[in-house]
């Protein structure tokens, strides 16, 4: 679904996020080949694609989590690195393992992450209820459900407003609430550069401008999702690709 906002002024003339001629390499293995690359403000990017294809460790690297072997990844025009701390402010991950601290409630979780970002902790309420947790608000997020602590993540990740958000697989056993309230948050971004990496096109396809296709570390597609039939025809021209790039 194209995003009804913009802002216009902030859109840089390389787009939001640019790589250039990223790669990744673990030894011999390829995690991301010569990757280029350039997202605008606020668009959404889903990246598609099997296990092994570079989701991660692509969005590893935008998070700076990762260095690029070789290549250079831009967030406004300026290198993203670990050693530009304000560029890192600017990033939020939802990934995997929820980062949350389990003796601590989940106020306390999204109190601490608020004064690391010298944001007002009382923004907290208003987080814990967009995802449906007042009333879990005292509660050790060590005692929360899988879809529970998958939605304090993403308040906890979303607290300092970033100007890019970065998911790994969001919506990976979560129950139909959970989802539904992650979803409806999303749609909320409208000003956010969000990338949702997932191998399940039907949950993130409603959300998205783009599709890249990855295999094996490459760019095998760019789909835009104005202009295409549904999901069910991008794992088509997906598997065509990964068909062709391997025969």
């Not at 990338?195 to 396809?205: C, E, I, K």
């Given at each position: 679904m194209q995003k009804l906002k913009r802002h216009l002024s902030k859109v840089a003339s390389m787009g939001a996020l640019s790589l250039s001629s990223v790669s990744k390499f673990f030894g011999d293995q390829v995690g991301v080949a010569d990757l280029t690359l350039d997202i605008e403000h606020g668009q959404t990017v889903v990246l598609f694609g099997h296990n092994g294809s570079g989701k991660t460790t692509l969005l590893r690297m935008l998070a700076t989590l990762s260095r690029p072997t070789a290549g250079t990844i831009s967030l406004d025009g300026t290198p993203l690195s670990r050693d530009r701390p304000h560029l890192r402010d600017e990033i939020g991950v939802v990934s995997h393992e929820t980062y949350l601290y389990d003796e601590l409630t989940a106020r306390e979780n999204l109190r601490l992450h608020a004064r690391l970002h010298g944001v007002d902790p009382d923004r907290c309420a208003e987080r814990l209820d967009a995802v449906g947790l007042t009333h879990r608000g005292s509660d050790p997020a060590g005692e929360f459900s899988h879809g529970m602590a998958k939605r304090l993540s993403f308040a906890?990740?979303?607290?300092?407003d970033p100007e890019v958000l970065l998911l790994d697989e969001p919506f990976s056993g979560l129950d139909r609430e959970s989802r539904g309230r992650i979803v409806a948050r999303l749609r909320d971004l409208d000003d956010t550069t969000l990338?949702?990496?997932?191998?399940?096109?039907?949950?993130?396809?409603d959300l998205a401008d783009r599709v890249l296709l990855l295999a094996d570390g490459r760019r095998v597609g760019d789909v835009t999702t104005a202009t295409c039939a549904g999901p069910a025809a991008v794992e088509r021209t997906y598997e065509r690709r990964v068909a062709g790039s391997t025969g």
């Open positions: 906890r990740a979303t607290i300092h990338l949702v990496a997932t191998h399940d096109l039907d949950r993130g396809f």
